[in-house]
């Protein structure tokens, strides 16, 4: 069976600068494929190209058989675009956002009440959908961006970067959201930078960075392509600062990256137990009292390492 999406040696360029590089991949129906790479990688880019947003500097992409570039508009009635921006009106409210953009879609009347009903309900805002978008927290309003998207019940929904700047609470909300409409058939195309959300959605992963795909596969065929490498996960309290043992840390033998964040510092290195003492040692001669120690098998953030000698949010 073709895939829902195909994509064929796309590139985009701005003058001289190439954001994409003669990217290629498929999505399968059904899927939650992720493009996970740094801020700046091409992956806006990529999606703006397959929204038929921008046009392609060359190569082209498919949508249920539709070219982006010869047929945009059969694209469009196939895709659902969350883009990274919010695109929503802050003195309307949640429904007269979704009534709004529905109407764009070609909805009305009845069919079109029923569907912001729907949609309210799918993004768990049926109870405050009558006040203002402006008083809404981030994450409610990216959870109304999510909403405009779906309005068409399209075959496959684009979604970029819809986590950025939210708490974890919403977060959380918003990848329990893409997982459940995975379940009732939904085909996603997801882009971040958060290895963890790549991880916990993703039946494929593509990585990208400076505009070219390096690696394409499930998790456990991209940690099979690169070797072995564990991350060593060491938490503390929120009042301690761990700036004094990063360097200590990251002279360690066999350590290849130390990333902050979260209240917790996460140590990649061929073997986690091998340093685990000195580790552990390192912290709380700076200062820190270490609340919990987590060994993690090999993971997609290794794995962006190993391909390109840096780390994922550098």
Partial sequence: MPALLEVEHLVKKFGDFAAVKGVSFAVQEGEIFSLLGPNGAGKTTTISMLSTLYE??????????????????????????????????DDLTARENLVFWGQMY????EA????????????????????RVKTYSGGMKRRVNIG?????????????????G????????????????????MTVLYT????????????????????????IGTQA????????????????????DAAGCLDPIRALPGVQHVDLADHQ???LAPSAEAILAEAVTCANAGGLKIRAVEIQEPNLEAVFLSLTGRALRD
Avoid: C, W
Wanted: charged share 25%; glycine share 10%; net charge negative.
């Fill in 106 to 109: 070609g909805l009305s009347g």
């Fill in 148 to 164: 405009v998207g779906l309005l068409h019940k399209p075959h496959l929904l684009f979604m970029d970067e819809p986590t950025v």
């Fill in 265 to 267: 510092l996460t140590i």
């Fill in 221 to 240: 065929e991209l940690t099979r392509q690169v070797g072995q490498m564990d991350s060593l996960v060491l938490s503390f309290g929120e009042d301690q």
């Fill in 166 to 185: 939210i708490d974890p609470q919403s977060r959380r909300a918003i990848l329990e959201s893409v997982k459940e409409l995975n379940r009732a058939g």
């Fill in 56 to 89: 392609p500097t060359s190569g082209d992409a498919r949508v249920g058989g539709h070219s982006v570039t010869g047929e945009p508009m059969a694209v469009r009635q196939l895709i659902g675009v969350v883009p990274q921006e919010l695109a929503l009106y």
């Fill in 192 to 215: 971040t930078h958060y290895m963890e959300e790549a991880q916990e959605l993703s039946d494929r992963v593509g990585i990208i960075d400076h505009g070219e795909l390096i690696a």
């Fill in 112 to 131: 079109l009440k029923k569907r912001v009903a729907e949609v309210l309900d799918l993004i768990g805002l049926s109870d405050r959908a009558n006040q």
